[in-house]
């Protein structure tokens, strides 16, 4: 068999090869007989009607072609074994043409880039910020901790920025009432911004008694109806405002486990700047990584980025499926045309390419590996959180499976060895300790999750904007 392989682009070859008359007779031989199964033939059982009358059933343009489709892979699976050649993606075929004694196949074929030459990696510096707390931030922290705890009062006075007003609320369309737009007791934060455009312009100024007006759009949560251009009318039942608690050591001590203002104030820097430390490490990460990507010089094929940009196009719609929402509505929700939507898709795939490309030449260069004892342990350790852990540890021992754990497994160490070999400085280029001790910190009974206190339920109405009330 006569083979021809020539470079065909980056990362691409074209391989050519012969398909003899023979071969092709065969290979038609063998499509009748699966379609003599497929097909239901009059006067035979499925299987045993003879290639003439196969092909005279069908045509016999179908069966060649059938024949080809059947013939081809095959042929191709064994030339590309004697040369070597690892395909990465599906190859593709080019060209088929007719010859004296047969076809002449081309097929392109797309083989996983490989890095020339592996950016340096050690001595690199990394600027994250500060880690330390400032003292606006913890100012802050203090004050959303009394809003928690903030009561509100009825007030005899025009509604301002910060209070909190109680409404009940109709919309009407060309005179007709919305019946889906009206709700009672709502208590809105007066310049929150949560809810209606426009409302918080025409509410400062209004009291208790007052009915405001204006011309607006309903926002989500009104189903169908959302962005209706609609006329509101807000009926003004009660004005509050709110009550800060005094920042003292009789309230810290009533309210927390601390007993001194300036117990709660270490203990809140000290757990945000341990809060900021982590967010800054995982920044740290990132930043290592993308920055050593960025500076990979490589030409990736267009059929290997189109395949990614089709993986990531198919989780991406399994997850909205899941959620059910259709790509119309994740478009329409976004206000993401389509054009945009997909030039997005190609620069994560790019960006996904490069990054294992990245990875893997940063393990090969650092000879990284994977002993069977690690790999093993880390079978085992995924095989425990499984509902069905016999099953993952016959999947993960070899196999297509357990070849992309442990690719999996040494991209993981090769992005270790990049982090090991960066620094993180602060923005004066003074490198920046972020660890984190490995104990619990004391917990404030005005819990603190990701650096901000939870808030309080509002009781006796719905609120809307945000408020706290005992």
Do not use: C
Not at 35 to 50: D, H, M, Q, Y
Not at 232 to 238: H, R, S
Not at 315 to 331: A, K, N, P, Q, T
Not at 373 to 395: K, W
């Amino acid at each position: 068999m006569t083979v021809e392989v020539r470079d065909a682009g980056p990362f691409e070859k074209l391989v050519t090869f012969n398909v003899t008359d023979a071969e092709l007779e065969t290979a038609k031989s063998k499509a009748a007989r699966r379609l003599s199964r497929e097909v239901k033939i009059r006067g035979f059982r499925p299987g045993k009607a003879p290639r003439q009358i196969v092909e005279a059933t069908v045509g016999a343009g179908r069966l060649r072609s059938e024949a080809i489709d059947d013939l081809i892979p095959e042929k191709l699976t064994s030339v590309l074994v004697d040369r070597d050649i690892d395909p990465v993606i599906t190859p593709s075929l080019e060209g088929l043409d007719e010859t004296d004694d047969g076809l002449a196949v081309e097929v392109r074929v797309t083989l996983w880039p490989k890095l020339a030459k592996v950016p340096h990696l050690a001595d690199r510096k990394i600027t994250v910020g500060r880690p330390e707390v400032t003292a606006e931030e913890l100012e802050a922290q203090l004050e959303r901790m009394r809003n928690q705890f903030a009561q509100l009062e009825t007030v005899e006075r025009a509604a301002a920025e910060g209070d909190f007003v109680s409404i009940d609320l109709s919309a009407s369309r060309d005179g007709v009432e919305v019946a889906e737009a009206s709700a009672a007791q709502i208590l809105y934060e007066v310049g929150s911004g949560g809810f209606i455009d426009g409302i918080d312009e025409v509410l400062p100024g209004a009291s208790a008694g007052d009915t405001v007006t204006f011309d607006g759009e309903l926002p989500d949560g009104f189903g169908d109806k959302s962005g209706l251009s609609v006329s509101f009318k807000l009926d003004v039942t009660e004005i509050r405002q709110k009550l800060l608690p005094d920042l003292t050591d009789e309230w810290v001590d009533e309210v927390t486990e601390f007993e001194t203002v300036a117990e709660l104030t270490a203990n809140l820097s000290e757990r945000m700047s341990d809060i900021k430390k982590r967010s800054l490490a995982v920044n740290f990460r990132e930043m290592a990584l993308d920055e050593l990507v960025h500076e990979v010089e490589i030409e990736l094929p267009e059929a290997l980025v189109r395949a990614e940009m089709d993986e990531l196009l198919h989780r991406f719609g399994h997850r909205l499926e899941e959620r059910g929402i259709s790509f119309e509505d994740y478009f329409q929700a976004t206000g993401i045309d389509q054009e945009t939507f997909v030039e997005d898709l190609r620069n994560q795939a790019d960006h996904s390419l490069r990054t294992r490309i990245l990875l893997e030449a940063v393990a090969d260069e650092q000879g990284l590996v994977v002993d069977p004892d690690e790999y093993g342990s880390i079978v085992e350790g995924i095989a425990l959180r499984s509902e069905q852990p016999d099953a993952v540890r016959a999947a993960l021992q070899g196999g297509a499976q357990g070849k992309s754990l442990v690719g999996d497994i040494l991209r993981n160490k090769a992005l270790e060895a990049i982090i090991a070999g960066a620094t993180p400085v602060d923005d004066d280029g003074n490198e920046v300790d972020l660890s984190v001790p490995e104990v619990e910190a004391q917990e404030v009974e005005a819990q603190v999750v990701e650096g901000e206190v939870v808030e309080a339920e509002v009781v006796e109405a719905e609120v809307v904007g945000g408020a706290e009330e005992e």
